[in-house]
Nanobody, 123 residues
Framework: VQLQASGGGLVQAGGSLRLSCTAS????????MAWFRQAPGKEREFVTA????????RYGDSVKGRFTISRDNAKNTVYLQMNSLKPEDTAVYYC?????????????????WGQGTQVTVSS
């Protein structure tokens, strides 16, 4: 499975962005999908994940109530709607796919990774 993330950019604090990640070359609906992020000098951080059918989601504490993950299996795409953005949300955002079960927040559970898209939030 190949993943292509898009939608990053520069936004002011309090603004919104929507990231997209489109899969090709595999069976998208068979994968739990997730978003992680990594800021310079920091470890990769779990943001959110969604189950194969979209019925279950999980969020990192730092984004709860502000970010929403969704997926459209017909379009092989997972989305990350980011609202009320803060400067500390600045990072490269990566989408990832896990062909196993469950909704994990651990990067090493994920089998496929996109190339990342930069999100910069100015104060």
């Amino acid at each position: 499975v190949q993943l292509q993330a898009s939608g990053g950019g520069l936004v002011q604090a309090g603004g919104s962005l929507r990231l997209s990640c489109t899969a090709s070359g595999g069976t998208f609906s068979s994968n739990t999908m997730a978003w992680f992020r990594q800021a310079p000098g920091k470890e990769r951080e779990f943001v959110t994940a969604i189950s194969k059918g979209g019925g279950s989601t999980r969020y990192g504490d730092s984004v709860k109530g502000r970010f929403t993950i969704s997926r459209d299996n017909a379009k092989n795409t997972v989305y990350l709607q980011m609202n009320s953005l803060k400067p500390e949300d600045t990072a490269v955002y990566y989408c990832a796919g896990d062909r196993g079960g469950g909704i994990s927040g651990l990067p090493n559970r994920y089998d496929y990774w996109g190339q990342g898209t930069q999100v910069t939030v100015s104060s």
